[in-house]
C-alpha cells in the first residue's frame, strides 16, 4: 500500500473512541503495515471531545492525519460530524451511527466496535485478523457482545448495498 | 524480550520500556500530561517508580540515586522543570557517578497546560545535553545514548519530548539491554559533590570543558543523521517536526538532528552549504535557527506566526511556502467540564453565590472557571492559588479583601501549596484568610494517580500518609474544619460564610472521593485497613469514602 491510508475516529470522552483507534491500529500492525496512531488526551474524561488518528501503510511519517486527508471520518456523536468534517479528503467516507442498525447491537457501548466493523468493509485486512485483535483488546467475556457488534456493523454496510 | 518483536508503542511507553531494558534503578516524578504514562509505564513493566509530592523532590532523590551510581530517571512535564531547575543547575556542575536522563515533555500547542513553554532553553541554561527523539522507536533507542552520554561524561542528560512523541503510538523493534551495570556503591567525592564556592567555581569550568567535548563528539554522532534528496531545498529539523518535513517535502535533503545540545555546528555549516535553499523547522521558539545564525551559518527560520501551537503537515507546507496568511481556524472542540456528580459543583455554586474573589489553581476543579460557575480569577501554576490570594488579601481595601478564598486541590496543595500555607501562617493579612483543600483523594487531573495524602504508592500499595488536617492544626492554624460537601445541604455554604465572617485564617478541606474512582478507592481502602504493615495508618481507614465529621 504505497499511499497510507489516513482514519479518523471522533466522539467524546467515554464513547470508546481511543479503544477504537487502539483496535484498529493493532489490526494494521498484525496485518504487517507501518502504523503510527495518534491522539489528544487531556481532560477526556470530563466530557470533553476526543479524536484520534490512524495512519498504516509501507511508511508513514507523521502520527497526525492532516486536515483534508482523511480517507475514513468515523464519528461516534452525532454532534461531533460537523466539528470534523473538514478532515475528510473529497471523496473521503464518512461512517456515523446512521450506519449500523442500532437494534443489532447487543449495547449501546459497543457502537465503536460497530462502527470499526463497518469500517472493516472497505478496508483490505481480513475479516479474522479484526476478530483476534477485539479478542485481543478487551477482557473475554466482552468478547462475545463485540463480535455481534462487529458483525452487525460489517454487515451493514452490505445489506444496505454499497460498494467497497 | 526478542529482536524481531513489533510493538506499537506511545513514546512513553518505549521511553519505560527503554528504562526497564538499560537497567534504570529508580525512576521518580510528578505526574503532567504529556509525561504520566513514563512512570506508570516502568512501574508496569517491573521498574521502581515512585511519585514525588513535586518536581523539584523527584529531581534531588534521583540526583541522589545517580551520585551513589545507578541509572535514574526523572519524568515530568514542561512546566515541571521550572519547579525542578533549581537542583538540575547545580547537578550540571556536581555530575553524577552513575546515570540521570531528566525527561521533560513538552505541550506546543497546549493541549493540557497552562503554558507552551519551550524547554530546550533549559539545556542551554543549565548547560546539559540534550536528546530529542521523533517517534517511538527513536524514544527506545535514545534512552540508551542518554545512558551513554550521561555515564561517559557523567553529566544529567534532559531527554526531551513533545505531546506528539509521548502519545502518538508507532512500531518499536526493542533490542537487547545495555552495558552491563554496576552495582550502586558510595564514593565520597566532597570537591565534587559540594558546592560551596571554592568547589563550584573549578566545578563550573569542568562543565564547560565536558560541553566542547560533547560538541567535538556530536559532530559524527550517529544521533545525528542526512535523508538524501534534492540539493535545492535543505532542511534542518528535529523531533516530530522531522516526521512532518518527511511527508510535507519527501525531495528535500534533511538534516535530521536528535542530539540538539551542543549543536554539530561543523556539522550544520557543511549540511547549510551543500543545498540551495537552507530551511529550519522546528516547533515552538526558534531554538535551532537562533542558535545557527549566531555561529554564522544563514539559514531561514520560520514566520513568527508558527511559534504558537504545534506543526502539522500542512502546517510545514505554508512555512515552506512562505505563507504567512491567517490559516484557517479548527473548530472548536466540545471543552470539558465538572463531572455532573462532582461535589466541587458545590463549592463552586457557594463561591458564586458569595460573590468571592478567588485565587484559584490547577487540577479538574480549574474548570470552576467556566459557567456555570465562573468561580475563579486565576490560575497561575501550581501551588500559587495560596500566595495569590493572600498578596490580593494584602492590599485590597477590606471590603473586596474579605472575600478573597484560595482554591487548591490534595495533590497540589502537597506539591507547592504547603509552601503558601506556612506564608499564610508567617505573614497572615489583615482580614484573615480563607483556604479550601478540595480533598478528592486522588490526582484526579492526570488520571487518577496517588500522592502523599492518599497514602499509597504508585501503584496503590499501602504507604505512609500525609493527612492534610494535621499539617494544618500543626502550623498553629485554630479553624481547620473537614467537611463532606453534600447536596440537598447548606452546610458548606454555611461553613464558607463562617469562615469569611471570622477574619481568622481558615482552612477547610472539603473531603469526598472523586467519583469517578470511588469504588477503586473504596477497594484500596479496604486493603489497607487489612495489610498489616500498614497498622500504623489503620486510624485513617475510615477517612475517605465515609462522612467526615463537621470538626470545628
Ligand atoms: C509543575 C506542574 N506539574 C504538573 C502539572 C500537571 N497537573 C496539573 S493539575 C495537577 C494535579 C491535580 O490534582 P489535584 O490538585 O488533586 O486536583 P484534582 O484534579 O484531583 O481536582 C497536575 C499534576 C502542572 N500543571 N504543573
Same mark, same amino acid.
Given at each position: ?67 483534508? $486527508? ?25 461512517? !456515523? ?20 466493523? !463497518? ?24 468478547? $462475545?457482545?463485540?463480535? !455481534? ?5 460489517? $454487515? ?9 | ?14 521511553? /519505560? ?40 523532590? /523527584? ?494
Amino acid at each position: 500500500m504505497k499511499k497510507a491510508i489516513n482514519v479518523v475516529v471522533a466522539g467524546i470522552g467515554g464513547q470508546g473512541v481511543l479503544k477504537g483507534t487502539d483496535i484498529l491500529a493493532d489490526v494494521a500492525l498484525r496485518a504487517g503495515y507501518d502504523v503510527k496512531k495518534s491522539e489528544i488526551k487531556g481532560m477526556s474524561q470530563r466530557g470533553g471531545s476526543v479524536t484520534g488518528d490512524v495512519r498504516f501503510g509501507d511508511r508513514v511519517f507523521s502520527p497526525m492525519v492532516p486536515g483534508g $486527508e482523511a480517507d475514513f471520518l468515523l464519528v461516534l456523536e452525532p454532534t461531533q460530524v460537523e466539528p470534523h468534517r473538514y478532515m475528510l479528503r473529497a471523496g473521503g467516507v464518512l461512517i !456515523t451511527p446512521d450506519a449500523v442498525d442500532a437494534s443489532r447491537l447487543p449495547n449501546r457501548k459497543t457502537l465503536n466496535v460497530a462502527l470499526l466493523g !463497518t469500517l472493516s468493509s472497505h478496508l483490505p485486512m481480513a475479516e479474522d485478523v479484526w476478530l483476534e485483535a477485539l479478542r485481543a483488546g478487551f477482557a473475554e467475556s466482552f468478547h $462475545e457482545g463485540n463480535r !455481534t457488534a462487529f458483525l452487525a456493523g460489517r $454487515e451493514g454496510r452490505k445489506a444496505a448495498g454499497i460498494k467497497p | 524480550m526478542k529482536e524481531s518483536k513489533r510493538l506499537l508503542l506511545s513514546g512513553d511507553e518505549a521511553i /519505560a520500556l527503554a528504562a526497564r531494558d538499560a537497567g534504570v534503578a529508580l525512576g521518580a516524578g510528578y505526574p503532567g500530561t504529556p509525561s504520566t504514562e513514563i512512570l506508570e509505564a516502568f512501574a508496569g513493566y517491573g521498574g521502581r517508580a515512585q511519585w514525588s509530592p513535586n518536581e523539584k523532590v /523527584a529531581m534531588e532523590v534521583t540526583i541522589g540515586a545517580a551520585f551513589a551510581g545507578a541509572r535514574a530517571l526523572c519524568t515530568m512535564k514542561h512546566v515541571g522543570l521550572n519547579v525542578a531547575s533549581d537542583p538540575l543547575f547545580t547537578a550540571a556542575y556536581t555530575g553524577v557517578s552513575g546515570a540521570l536522563i531528566v525527561v521533560s515533555a513538552d505541550d506546543p500547542g497546549m493541549a493540557s497546560s497552562q503554558n507552551e513553554q519551550d524547554n530546550r532553553r533549559y539545556a542551554v541554561a543549565a548547560g546539559i545535553p540534550m536528546l530529542e527523539p521523533s517517534d517511538s522507536q527513536e524514544a527506545y533507542d535514545f534512552m540508551f545514548a542518554a545512558i551513554e552520554i550521561s555515564e561517559r561524561w557523567k553529566i544529567p542528560v534532559l531527554f526531551r519530548v513533545t505531546t506528539r512523541v509521548c502519545h502518538s503510538y508507532t512500531v518499536v523493534q526493542p533490542h537487547e539491554t545495555a552495558e552491563p551495570l554496576r552495582a550502586a556503591s558510595f564514593e565520597r567525592d566532597i570537591r565534587g559533590r559540594v558546592m560551596i564556592p571554592p568547589h563550584a567555581r573549578p566545578a563550573h569550568r569542568r562543565l564547560r570543558q565536558k560541553l566542547a567535548a560533547m560538541q567535538e563528539w556530536n559532530e559524527s554522532c550517529r544521533l545525528n543523521h542526512i535523508v538524501e534528496g534534492s540539493n535545492s531545498l535543505g532542511i534542518i529539523t528535529s523531533g516530530i517536526s522531522f516526521m512532518h518535513v518527511r511527508e510535507a517535502a519527501p525531495d528535500a535533503r534533511v538534516l535530521k538532528l536528535g542530539f540538539t545540545h551542543p549543536l554539530p555546528m561543523n556539522r550544520i555549516a557543511q549540511f547549510a552549504k551543500s543545498v540551495g535553499r537552507c530551511q529550519v523547522i522546528e516547533e515552538g521558539d526558534p531554538y535551532l535557527a537562533d542558535a545557527i545564525r549566531a555561529a554564522g551559518i544563514p539559514v531561514e527560520g520560520k514566520p513568527e506566526i508558527y511559534r504558537f501551537g504545534e506543526l502539522d503537515v500542512p502546517r510545514v507546507r505554508r512555512i515552506l511556502s512562505n505563507d504567512i496568511s491567517p490559516e484557517p481556524a479548527k473548530p472548536p472542540g466540545k471543552p470539558p467540564q465538572l463531572c455532573d456528580a462532582c461535589y466541587y459543583r458545590i463549592v463552586f455554586e457557594s463561591l458564586r453565590k458569595r460573590d468571592c474573589i478567588v485565587a484559584g489553581d490547577i487540577g479538574c476543579y480549574t474548570l470552576g472557571v467556566l459557567q456555570p460557575f465562573e468561580a475563579m480569577d486565576t490560575c497561575v501554576c501550581m501551588g500559587a492559588s495560596l500566595g495569590v490570594g493572600l498578596g490580593l488579601r494584602h492590599v485590597l481595601p477590606p471590603d473586596q479583601a474579605r472575600r478573597v478564598v484560595s482554591v487548591i486541590g490534595d495533590s497540589t496543595f502537597l506539591h507547592t501549596g504547603i509552601n503558601g500555607l506556612v506564608e499564610m501562617v508567617y505573614n497572615p493579612p489583615q482580614t484573615g484568610h480563607v483556604l479550601i483543600i478540595l480533598d478528592n483523594s486522588t490526582t484526579a487531573m492526570t488520571g487518577h494517580q496517588e500522592h502523599p495524602g492518599t497514602g499509597r504508592t504508585l501503584l496503590h500499595e499501602p504507604a505512609g500518609k500525609v493527612v492534610i488536617e494535621d499539617v494544618a492544626r500543626s502550623l498553629g492554624i485554630r479553624r481547620v474544619h473537614v467537611i463532606e460537601p453534600r447536596s440537598g445541604t447548606d452546610d458548606f455554604d454555611r461553613l464558607l460564610a463562617e469562615c469569611l465572617d471570622s477574619s481568622e485564617l481558615a482552612v477547610i478541606i472539603a473531603r469526598r472521593p472523586c467519583i469517578l474512582i470511588a469504588k477503586q478507592l473504596k477497594q484500596y481502602e479496604d486493603q489497607r485497613c487489612e495489610c498489616p504493615g500498614a497498622s500504623q495508618a489503620a486510624g485513617d481507614c475510615a477517612i475517605p469514602g465515609s462522612p467526615a465529621p463537621l470538626s470545628p
